[in-house]
């Protein structure tokens, strides 16, 4: 039978998602832990690779297994093998045709930035940190320009592996909490390191650094090394997986945190 499960995880401790030769990967640690409850090899697929630093707060992944348990046995059973920065939210039976990756229509991410003169000591691997000023604003403005269908050349990594840099953004939004501005974007899909390569033209403008239009005139050049920085990984967060109702897939049940930190 094939279970798709929901993941959460503080990326700080780990290299990425996905499994490697060396260093510790989510994708590993809660492979493990679903085998043993399993007693059989298992083989996660996600519906997006994280790199490293970045966390998730729904993260979905499914796999294939001969094993019969409850569904409340295999987030269990798992978490008790798992160390306490990552854990199976859910799990449950699905058809055969469910593809945690292929099967998704939308995916939405949140940024946080920590905007004040001194940095965090407790949240020092959980947000980014910006010690100057923001215009908000002008940011906001600036992401408004990014929406709809475009050919993201100019925001995915020089290694990105997509056969095709267009994606479409449906929404791109700011909101101010106190010191902490955040940045959530959903879209159907996106491309390595998109989100931290938007943030990173978002935050130019934002310092005054570069112009309002300067967002639109990256997105036409389609050329990665006049984008500007990429923002740190540890302000990411994977937050919401979308799939068509017939899967019947469970969505997060809150989306304010981080706003009331």
């Given at each position: 039978m094939r279970i798709a499960v929901g993941i959460e995880y503080d990326g700080a401790g780990f290299i990425g998602w996905q499994s490697q030769d060396h260093g510790r990967t989510v994708q590993q640690c809660v492979e493990a832990a679903l085998g043993f409850v399993a007693d059989e090899n298992i083989s996660l697929q996600c519906a997006g690779r994280t790199d490293t630093g970045v966390h998730a707060i729904h993260q979905v992944a499914h796999f294939d297994t001969s094993a019969e348990r409850q569904p409340h046995?295999?987030?269990f059973g798992a978490n008790s093998r798992l160390d306490a920065d990552a854990n199976v939210l859910w799990a449950r039976e699905v058809a055969d045709e469910f593809h945690a990756r292929f099967s998704a229509t939308g995916r939405a991410y949140r940024y946080v930035i920590l905007n004040r003169p001194v940095r965090s000591a407790t949240l020092a691997r959980k947000v980014a940190w910006e010690c100057r000023p923001l215009d908000m604003d002008s940011m906001q403005h600036a992401a408004t320009l990014l929406v709809g269908?475009?050919?993201?050349?100019?925001?995915?990594?020089?290694g990105c592996q997509a056969k095709s840099p267009v994606r479409r953004i449906n929404h791109l939004t700011l909101t101010r909490s106190g010191d902490y501005l955040v940045i959530d974007v959903h879209a159907n899909a996106f491309l390595q390191h998109m989100v931290r390569n938007i943030v990173g033209v978002l935050l130019e403008i934002g310092i005054g650094k570069q112009p309002v239009e300067w967002s639109a005139e990256v997105l036409e050049m389609r050329d990665r090394t006049l984008g500007g920085v990429t923002a740190p990984a540890e302000g990411l967060y994977l937050v919401q997986v979308d799939y068509p109702v017939a899967f019947n897939i469970p969505l997060p049940q809150s989306l304010q945190w981080p706003l009331c930190l």
């Open positions: 046995s295999w987030a269908e475009h050919d993201f050349s100019a925001f995915r990594s020089v």
